[in-house]
């Protein structure tokens, strides 16, 4: 065993929780593609659609419908997805060494099963899925509860370019058969899934058999399906279990495909049924570099839908709120509304930023860490706030951060301030900077760890653990203006011999 291998074991274990066979759902999620063709060092389900993992969205996705029952399967550095993921309540993690196929996968995850019997439902979807949301899964639940098929599968409408779907596409019974028959009620049920690699193989018509009828279809009829297979799967656990097996790798890339069990259950007479989605772009999944930005773009345009009309975003193609962030905007709105917020082009606000009333926020500034912001703050241009995870920052109400500050860690700022341009704040764990109200910090300063006054002004100074009083003893109000510490290292300076 290599080390690699035994790295990834050791840390699955580490992180698996025990597998419950008594629940009424288990999902199983396939993990463990590389994605060479995304050209990256980084595993393919660790990047990231609106700033988080594809795995990761996936995970919490069909948690929050279906359970915590989960089984991952992770393959090459499946040590690095499972510990993004990691340890959770009910998430078992299993390892597909070599990269035979999603039927391949599948296998291993029932195998974590071992000998246990199951009788409730398995549910399978792919890691890469990552507009996926928790409406789409509970219909998917929901369709397999009502119409009680023996296998789902989910399916959407492609509707770009057929030469840019590279997805298997969802083979139906036509009205007649070959013979020019009619295929009766079987007309409209799923023969197969076939995917596109097997499609381009062809070298003459493929002809394929249902329910002891034969049909033939043309390899373009077979391209210009627009229906395609999501990859996302349900099935009667005691069917899937005993029929898993007879999978083969009969296709042009020598693997074993899911999709074979339609085949399968269709030979044993069992129901194989199809949701179809209104909104195919929730089903995508990517393979490159390009795929990946579209689903960003279309991760983008959703949360531009979803408050574009409570808060003014200047600029739909260029700013980023973290999911937390939106979520805090809508209750902000049902409890504060109207909210009079302005995000201008290029703002970046990450998880953790709380946002306030009357704020505007203007080009290129980034807020990332826990960010408390009052009433009516306005932040210019090319700002940059930021905390560690646990490091506090909060900004009063009407407080103006001029721009290309950089303010940093735990500081507190009142209200009303005004710090201006080309001031740096740090606030430490040990050293806290606390900024009164009405407080005005202007030309080349920078603060750490000190506190300052009310009403207090401020101008080109280092202040550096100090405490500065709006009164000083003789009871007069003094301003800060020229404050440097002693100088260090002067020993080290000396002039240049050709200076003058």
Not at 322 to 340: F, N, W
Not at 384 to 389: A, K, N, Q, R
Request: hydrophobic residues 35%; proline residues 2%; charged residues 25%.
């Amino acid at each position: 065993m290599n080390n690699q291998k035994q790295q990834i074991l050791r840390t699955i274990k580490g992180l698996s929780s025990e597998m419950r066979v008594t629940s009424e759902d288990v999902s199983i999620i396939l993990a463990a593609g590389h994605g060479k063709r995304i050209k990256s060092e980084i595993p393919k389900m660790l990047h990231k659609i609106w700033n988080i993992p594809t795995i990761c969205r996936v995970v919490d996705t069909v948690g929050d419908v279906l359970g915590n029952s989960r089984i991952v399967v992770v393959g090459i550095k499946g040590d690095e997805v499972a510990g993004q993921i990691g340890k959770r309540d009910g998430i078992t993690f299993a390892y597909q060494e070599e990269q035979k196929g999603t039927g391949h996968a599948l296998q291993i995850a029932l195998n974590t099963f071992g000998g246990k019997e199951y009788n409730g439902n398995i549910y399978v979807f792919p890691g890469d899925m990552g507009l996926i949301t928790t409406e789409i899964v509970r219909k998917f639940k929901e369709e397999f509860e009502r119409s009680h098929p023996d296998m789902l599968v989910l399916t959407g409408i492609y509707e770009e370019k057929i030469e840019n779907n590279y997805y298997g596409r969802v083979l139906r019974v036509p009205e007649k058969d070959r013979t020019g028959n009619s295929s009766g009620s079987n007309h409209g049920l799923i023969i197969e899934i076939i995917e596109y690699k097997d499609i381009l193989a062809l070298d003459s018509d493929y002809t394929t058999r249902f329910n002891g009828r034969e049909y033939c279809f043309t390899s373009s009829a077979l391209l210009n399906i627009g229906e395609f297979n999501s990859g996302v799967y349900a099935f009667r656990g005691k069917l899937v279990k005993k029929y898993i097996t007879e999978i083969t790798k009969k296709n042009v890339q020598g693997e074993f495909y899911i999709t074979e069990l339609i085949k399968i259950f269709n030979r044993h007479q069992l129901s194989v049924g199809a949701l179809k989605m209104a909104d195919h772009t929730a089903l995508l999944a990517f393979n490159n570099k390009s795929a990946l930005r579209d689903m960003e773009g279309i991760a983008r345009s959703r949360v531009y839908n979803k408050i574009g009309n409570i808060i003014t975003i200047e600029n739909k193609e260029d700013f980023f709120l973290a999911d937390t962030v939106v979520e805090s905007i809508l209750t902000l709105d049902k409890e504060k509304g109207p909210l009079d917020i302005v995000i201008e082009k290029g703002v970046y606000l990450y998880d953790g930023v709380e946002l306030n009333k009357g704020i505007h926020i203007k080009k290129n500034s980034v807020l990332n860490g826990n960010i408390k912001l009052g009433e009516g703050v306005i932040i210019c241009e090319n700002v940059s706030l930021s905390t560690y995870p646990e490091q506090v920052m909060k900004i009063g109400d009407h407080t103006e951060i001029l721009k290309g500050n950089i303010i940093k860690g735990n500081t507190h700022i009142g209200r009303d301030c005004r710090i201006e341009s080309s001031v740096n704040i740090t606030g430490g764990d040990e050293y806290p900077t606390r900024i009164g109200d009405n407080v005005t910090i202007k030309g080349t300063s920078y603060v750490f760890g000190s506190i300052i006054e009310n009403d207090q002004w401020i101008e080109h100074s280092i202040i550096k653990k100090k405490y500065i009083r709006k009164v000083i003893s003789d009871g007069s109000v003094q301003q800060i203006k020229h404050y440097l510490p002693p100088p260090e290292g002067i020993s080290s300076i000396s002039n240049l011999p050709y200076s003058s």
